[in-house]
């Protein structure tokens, strides 16, 4: 890794499981060196990967694996911008299917406790609109959502009652 800062996520033991989902699902992300662990320790053995240095939509990460002690939570999120509802979908679906778990409001956790928000730029755009009764009337229609159905979104931005997704 280079550069100034680096991201170091815990897993228990499944740094290098986690990186490459990351790097299958997500763009501008791959998976980089392995490191095994030069002799024994409280999260492992000898021989055993200890870090991943990875890549998360061009952010750089080192996945460390620590053994039990910490466990992720929703004090720290990647915030994906998304354009399209496809591509929502997509990885919003990924991160659910292989194990994850459903929040709300665009969050999604994935099956290591990493937490994701996966946002339509429609509705981070709308929340910088002049137009304050717009903004509030998309915020009303996503705090009713799990995942950001950008129509719905779209429809409040305009005026017009909705159900939420």
Same mark, same amino acid.
């Given at each position: 890794?280079?550069?100034? =800062?680096?991201?170091? %996520?815990?897993?228990?033991? &499944?740094?290098?499981?986690?990186?490459?989902?990351?790097?299958?699902?997500?763009? +501008?992300?791959?998976?980089?060196?392995?490191?095994?662990?030069?002799?024994?320790?409280?999260?492992?053995?000898?021989?055993?990967? *200890?870090?991943?240095?990875?890549?998360? %939509?061009?952010?750089?990460?080192?996945? *460390?694996?620590?053994?039990?002690?910490?466990?992720? /939570?929703?004090?720290?999120?990647?915030?994906?911008?998304? &354009?399209?509802?496809?591509?929502? +979908? #997509? %990885?919003?679906?990924?991160?659910? +299917? /292989?194990?994850? =778990?459903?929040?709300?409001?665009?969050?999604?956790?994935?099956?290591?406790?990493?937490?994701?928000?996966?946002?339509?730029?429609? %509705?981070? &755009?709308? @929340?910088? /609109?002049?137009?304050? =009764?717009?903004?509030? #009337?998309?915020?009303?229609?996503? @705090?009713?959502?799990?995942?950001? &159905?950008?129509?719905?979104?779209?429809?409040?931005?305009?005026?017009?009652?909705?159900?939420?997704?």
């Amino acid at each position: 890794m280079s550069g100034k =800062a680096t991201l170091c %996520l815990w897993y228990d033991k &499944d740094a290098e499981e986690a990186a490459n989902f990351y790097a299958a699902t997500f763009p +501008d992300s791959k998976v980089g060196a392995t490191h095994r662990a030069p002799g024994d320790n409280p999260s492992g053995k000898e021989g055993d990967v *200890l870090t991943v240095d990875f890549t998360v %939509l061009g952010f750089p990460c080192i996945g *460390l694996n620590g053994g039990p002690a910490f466990q992720h /939570n929703e004090a720290f999120s990647f915030q994906v911008h998304t &354009d399209t509802q496809e591509e929502t +979908d #997509r %990885l919003w679906n990924a991160i659910v +299917d /292989n194990g994850g =778990a459903e929040s709300m409001c665009g969050w999604c956790k994935d099956k290591w406790g990493v937490n994701w928000q996966i946002t339509p730029r429609v %509705l981070t &755009d709308v @929340m910088t /609109n002049p137009d304050k =009764a717009a903004a509030k #009337r998309a915020f009303d229609a996503m @705090m009713a959502m799990k995942k950001i &159905d950008i129509a719905t979104i779209e429809a409040a931005i305009r005026g017009e009652a909705v159900g939420a997704a």
